[in-house]
């Protein structure tokens, strides 16, 4: 069995929470693709990525409280299993309707592994312990983000844009077996709550009374939001407007994600000097300069697609810096209910996303780059401004 502090169940668990980017990721160089070959616009398109984060909003509504009462372990096999169901029916989507449904089933099951891997991460470390343990997590983690649109692209080009959804399934497949065989329970004490609707409601509402849980939570959503701007826009801007072939924008995505890999490595080496509050803080000023830069070499014109993926690359900095501690902070005053604290900013965290990406996609067919640093740009100092003036909160 996989044991606490070592780097095989940091991996398991990294891999199960990159089931949620590995299944937006992998598919983003096909986006053309896809609306040319199911006769869809980019904004229809663009919502086979919102309407994954809707799904995964709805799914962890309920992942973390149910699995709070009977188990991770049953739970995750139950999404895993959906998810690996759902990728079925992407891989065979006949229309861009059926797609969009499709990708909403397969964020359901999605939704599980990355609420139970934080959940699982509460129940076995604490504090700081904890933010240092989902660093390592994103750093693995940031390989599949890294890899996944080059390994995307290529499959697109060799065999089309369903060959991306038969390799999730394959992945799917291949984690079901790990937990089957190897992860043990982890949960110490389960739940009384009952499993229904109201009870969830009530707890979520207990939660919601913490303050410092909804200015992390807060903080989470809007770095969250930043980032899935970019996932979900900039296939068409790096590709629609600065004229970057499938492979190219492959590769400046990879360059953007070793940014983020970078910022789990830093918080891994800070966060046990500087606390959970530095190293968020840290975070927080790359995210407010990554965007603002982006905005400003957009604004002004430069024409190369690296005044979009460079400052990007600072940006994800500090989501490395900012997120895993972010989630650390939120969960830690609540060892009896972590599963439901992880749903909960889960929950907040997609739903923002979401909202946010449709936003977007309305404006992504007016041929100009704008509109995608304005929405990042705009994440980011709202993050800063939300993290330097909450200081008595937090403390």
Do not use: N
């Amino acid at each position: 069995m996989l044991k606490p502090d070592t780097f095989a169940l940091t991996a398991v668990l990294a891999f199960l929470t990159a089931l949620g980017p590995l299944s937006t990721d992998m598919y983003l160089p096909s986006l053309p693709m896809i609306a040319a070959a199911l006769q869809a616009t980019s904004a229809e398109v663009q919502l086979t990525l919102s309407t994954f984060l809707l799904g995964f909003a709805v799914g962890q509504f309920f992942y973390g409280p149910v699995s709070d009462r009977v188990g991770r372990k049953p739970v995750l096999l139950f999404g895993l299993g959906l998810f690996i169901l759902a990728s079925f029916a992407c891989a065979l989507a006949p229309s861009i309707e059926t797609l969009i449904g499709a990708r909403f089933l397969q964020a359901l099951g999605a939704s599980g592994p990355i609420v139970l891997g934080r959940a699982i991460v509460r129940d076995l470390y604490d504090g700081a312990r904890a933010g240092k343990e989902l660093s390592r997590m994103g750093t693995i983690m940031g390989v599949v983000p890294a890899l996944a649109p080059v390994l995307g692209g290529v499959l697109g080009v060799a065999f089309g844009w369903r060959a991306s959804f038969v390799l999730t399934i394959v992945c799917g497949l291949m984690l079901a077996a790990i937990v089957i065989l190897r992860l043990p329970e982890t949960i110490r004490t389960r739940s009384t709550t009952p499993i229904s609707l109201p009870a969830m409601l009530r707890g979520f509402a207990e939660l919601l009374k913490h303050r410092g849980y909804r200015v992390y939570v807060g903080l989470a959503m809007l770095t969250y939001g930043g980032l899935f701007a970019f996932i979900s826009g900039s296939s068409f801007v790096l590709q629609g407007v600065y004229g970057l072939s499938e492979l190219a924008f492959a590769f400046s995505f990879a360059f953007v994600v070793i940014g983020y890999i970078l910022g789990t490595a830093l918080a891994q080496r800070l966060v046990g000097r500087r606390g959970l509050d530095g190293t968020v803080k840290l975070g927080a000023i790359c995210l407010a300069a990554g965007g603002g830069l982006m905005l400003a070499l957009v604004g002004f014109g430069v024409p190369s697609s690296l005044a979009v993926s460079a400052p990007m690359a600072i940006y994800g900095i500090g989501v490395g810096l900012t997120m895993p501690q972010a989630m650390a902070a939120a969960m830690m005053p609540f060892p009896d209910r972590a599963g439901a604290a992880s749903s909960l900013l889960g929950i907040c965290q997609m739903t923002f996303a979401a909202l946010l990406g449709i936003g977007l996609g309305r404006f992504l067919d007016i041929g100009s780059a704008l509109p995608l640093p304005i929405a990042i740009a705009g994440t980011g100092l709202a993050a800063l401004t939300l993290f330097a003036t909450t200081g008595r909160v937090r403390g």
